[in-house]
């Protein structure tokens, strides 16, 4: 590859709307170009390392037993209202009419599309499990798209969705899949913390996203050192222990018919069109009393699991007994303003959450603590900061910001069941398939990598997903060192080594700024001088050393 030919529109200046170093430096080294909000074209630079990004994602898919498919990017909101998430997904779905006036989404996410495919098609326990994948550019009506691909409306992502007929083999896969998204990150020289997003009731994650450490990442994580904790602050708040319990108030017991979905819940408590009542109780399945609050900016119809803020414990058995009540009350607490309850898909079908009256269609109401905390106080009852004892271990935990660039998630039977998925088991019952869904950031992580990987003068890419590996620049631009210089290029591609070739006729100076701006990690260096000697100099770009290397010698060493 000649540079005389690449397009890559380098810019002189650091563009004005990048705040990250990532979309910056993507931007001034010609990998990316925006043409509207959150939509960017990959140039030839970003789409080589894209496709290498790819390529090691493949290979650990494979590695691991999944199959590559692919399905179509538009879903029929049919399926969509079969799993109850044609409302549920809010206006982050990107919807299309068509011109009979049928109703399509382009997808987010495939869980329904890959669950409709197999459905009556894997019919026995005996074809499961099956681990299907598709590399894929997804779309999202981001409310706030920003940062370059980092947060992008139309985005490449990985999506692979498992259907297993036991929980124990939906834990290889999804074990499996964890130790493939670690190898990803590690292939592509990802420093990555993998993060548990929800664990399981008997103590087991069951959704792990591995952060790439970043002072810009936008969540902010804790984790501990010794025992290999980590968690998102946020998230590291449901196994904060809380003992201070409601105060003496008057109970009341509250006729609430039908109370026990969360749709009855939000309906009894007026919520969202009447933001004043701000109680809800919940409680875990396990019986354990909670209550789940979230920031204020959340809107019902985004909320997910993931906007979780903090759960409760409220009252001890004792005080329920003392209470006359039976286990799995919370006394209604008193939010403060700027956080409220949101209502989740998520919590009435997950397997850790559930929410119900406190007695059949009745509530109880009037406990409330004997004073109202202020937010400062609740934020800082239910968040984990660094410096915190690890729960776990109980020594300090680390502080860090991370970018999300993937997430393995056991999914259950929330779509099987929704949609009717079933396969026979071994007594010819009718089962709900136990699924698993895993998703890699495709476009993100070559965001990522690029925020993890760069100094004052550009990009340093690691050589796993570099566009090249090798730029030979000729320091003449014509003459006896040019046409060496063309030739060791060649000489090296012919060798298998990924090269380009900087033949434009520009200053020197303009030459080594723009090859580490663009960040290969060698630059061979070749002038009249070195020639002469019989040496040209190769520079890593990494580290910055540079030696002088034979020129019979140059194949040999970067082959
Ligand atoms: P986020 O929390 O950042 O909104 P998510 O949890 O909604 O991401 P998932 O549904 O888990 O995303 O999708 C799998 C992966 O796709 C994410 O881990 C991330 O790497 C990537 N991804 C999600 N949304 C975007 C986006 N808008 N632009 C680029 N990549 C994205
Ligand atoms: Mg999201
Ligand atoms: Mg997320
Ligand atoms: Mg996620």
């Not at 799993?83 to 049928?102: F, I, K, Q």
């Not at 997808?107 to 669950?115: A, D, L, M, N, Q």
């Not at 809800?280 to 204020?296: F, K, N, R, S």
């Not at 061979?524 to 040209?536: M, Q, Y």
Request: proline share 4%; glycine share 8%; charged share 25%.
């Amino acid at each position: 590859m000649k540079m005389s030919n690449l397009y890559a529109p380098t810019l002189k200046e650091d563009p004005a709307e990048a705040e990250l170093a990532s979309h910056r430096l993507l931007l001034r080294a010609g990998l990316i170009r925006k043409q509207a909000a959150g939509l960017y074209s990959y140039l030839p630079l970003a789409w080589r390392s894209l496709k290498k990004i790819e390529a090691i994602v493949r290979d650990e898919m494979d590695a691991a037993g999944a199959q590559e498919l692919l399905m179509p990017i538009l879903t029929d909101a049919e399926l969509w209202r079969e799993s109850g998430r044609w409302n549920a997904y809010g206006p982050e779905l990107m919807r299309v009419t068509d011109r009979h006036d049928r109703e399509f989404a382009l997808g987010p996410t495939h869980e329904e599309t890959v669950t409709d495919l197999i459905t009556n098609e894997l019919r026995s326990y005996k074809q499961l499990p099956v681990n299907l994948y598709q590399i894929q550019d997804k779309f999202r009506d981001e409310m706030r798209p920003r940062f370059g691909l980092m947060r992008g409306r139309e985005f490449i992502m990985k999506d692979g969705y498992s259907f297993s007929a036991t929980q124990e083999s939906l834990q290889e896969i999804y074990d499996d899949m964890k130790q493939a998204y670690a190898n990803i990150c590690e292939r592509c020289g990802l420093r990555a913390l993998p993060v548990v997003a929800d664990s399981g009731q008997i103590g087991g994650d069951t959704s792990v996203e591995f952060m790439a450490l970043a002072d810009a990442g936008e969540a902010a994580l804790v984790y501990c050192d010794d025992c290999g904790f980590a968690a998102d602050e946020e998230a590291a708040t449901t196994s904060v222990e809380v003992t201070e319990g409601p105060g003496d108030g008057t109970l009341q017991k509250v006729h609430t018919p039908g109370l026990g979905t969360i749709e009855a819940v939000a309906a009894f408590f007026g919520f969202p069109e009447n933001g004043t009542r701000k109680s809800l109780a919940l409680i875990a399945e396990d019986g354990t009393p909670v209550v789940c609050i979230v920031p204020g900016d959340h809107e019902l119809n985004e909320c997910k699991a993931e906007h979780l803020f903090g759960a409760y414990h409220m009252m001890s058995d004792e005080e329920l007994e003392a209470h006359g009540l039976h286990k799995g009350f919370i006394g209604p607490v008193n939010l403060p303003e700027g956080i409220r309850l949101v209502v989740d898909e998520n919590l009435r079908t997950s397997k850790k959450w559930a929410c119900g009256a406190n007695e059949v269609d009745y509530h109880f109401t009037g406990a409330c603590p004997d004073r109202d905390f202020t937010v400062d106080e609740w934020a800082d009852l239910i968040t984990v900061h660094a410096g915190d004892p690890c729960p776990h271990c109980g020594k300090p935990l680390a502080g860090a910001r991370g970018i999300e660039v993937s997430q393995v998630f056991q999914l259950g039977t929330k779509y099987s069941e929704a949609m009717g998925a079933t396969f026979a088991d071994e007594n010819g019952e009718e089962k709900p398939f136990l699924m698993g869904c895993y998703g890699v950031g495709i476009s993100r992580t070559l965001a990522a990598v690029v925020e993890q990987h760069n100094d004052e003068n550009g990009i340093i890419w690691p050589t796993s997903i570099a566009p090249f590996e090798v730029s030979v620049i000729a320091l003449d631009k014509k003459g006896e060192a040019f046409d060496e210089a063309a030739r060791l290029a060649d000489e090296l591609a012919a060798a298998g080594v990924e090269v380009v070739f900087d033949d434009r006729a520009e200053r020197p100076g303009v030459k080594f700024a723009d090859n580490d701006l663009m960040g290969f990690p060698y630059q061979l260096i070749v002038g009249k001088r070195g020639i002469k000697n019989g040496t040209v100099e190769l520079k890593c770009r990494a580290t910055g050393e540079r030696e002088d290397v034979a020129i019979d010698e140059v194949v040999a060493k970067l082959a």
